[in-house]
T-cell receptor
Framework: ETGVTQTPRHLVMGMTNKKSLKCEQH?????MYWYKQSAKKPLELMFV???????ENNSVPSRFSPECPNSSHLFLHLHTLQPEDSALYLC?????????????FGPGTRLTVL | AQSVTQPDIHITVSEGASLELRCNYS??????LFWYVQSPGQGLQLLLK??????LVQGIKGFEAEFKRSQSSFNLRKPSVHWSDAAEYFC?????????????FGAGTRLAVHP
């Protein structure tokens, strides 16, 4: 595997389900990000982790729970979601979190909440 | 507050025609500037970036962008569009040196290419 991978690519879940999204980066980076991409809205940063420590929580509802066990893996645990949470969830990684650090994106998980 | 505006939601061009996608930003200082492309079913790929120096930046796939401080713009251009360029394009700004990597994205411009 190369770059940033995300699983699953597609997920359909009910509002009472619990599921998790997984992201893995194979680039040796130390920072990882979760973004939400909704239709007709700009990409929204959700969480940032640097060396496994959370450095940003962009006022994300608690029904989204991130986990970063090491610099290569990032999870997004989902529970009691709402239909408006349906979106493409993108993971990214970078070497460092300084402003010029290029972010590399995964292909995303298309989430549908019924 | 910082913001990025991409005035064109959809653009359609003919294959072989030139292309310019507009991006305007609002920021307290000159930010780092990026253009990303997203093909259907894919994540975002960096086309080019501007940090300082020469205001005309060359990127991958034949794209270039010009930073104009006076207009707070960072427009993306390509002299001859190929059908494979059909995708969605995002302009983004990041903080100047010392700030951490929190990108602010525009809403995107969807490019269609006619044969």
């Amino acid at each position: 595997e190369t770059g940033v991978t995300q699983t699953p690519r597609h997920l359909v879940m009910g509002m009472t389900n619990k599921k998790s999204l997984k992201c893995e980066q194979h680039l040796g980076h130390n920072a990882m990000y979760w973004y939400k991409q909704s239709a007709k809205k700009p990409l929204e940063l959700m969480f940032v982790y640097n060396f496994k420590e959370q450095t940003e929580n962009n006022s994300v509802p608690s029904r989204f729970s991130p986990e970063c066990p090491n610099s290569s893996h990032l999870f997004l645990h989902l529970h009691t979601l709402q239909p408006e949470d349906s979106a493409l969830y993108l993971c990214a990684s970078s070497q460092g979190i300084q402003g010029m650090a290029e972010q590399f994106f995964g292909p995303g998980t298309r989430l549908t909440v019924l | 507050a910082q913001s990025v505006t991409q005035p064109d939601i959809h653009i359609t061009v003919s294959e072989g025609a030139s292309l310019e996608l507009r991006c305007n930003y609002s920021y307290g200082a000159t930010p780092y500037l990026f253009w990303y492309v997203q093909s259907p079913g894919q994540g975002l790929q960096l086309l080019l970036k501007y940090f300082s120096g020469d205001t005309l930046v060359q990127g991958i796939k034949g794209f270039e962008a010009e930073f104009k401080r006076s207009q707070s713009s960072f427009n993306l251009r390509k002299p001859s569009v190929h059908w494979s360029d059909a995708a969605e394009y995002f302009c983004a700004v990041g903080p100047v040196s010392g700030g951490y990597n929190k990108l602010i994205f525009g809403a995107g411009t969807r490019l269609a290419v006619h044969p």
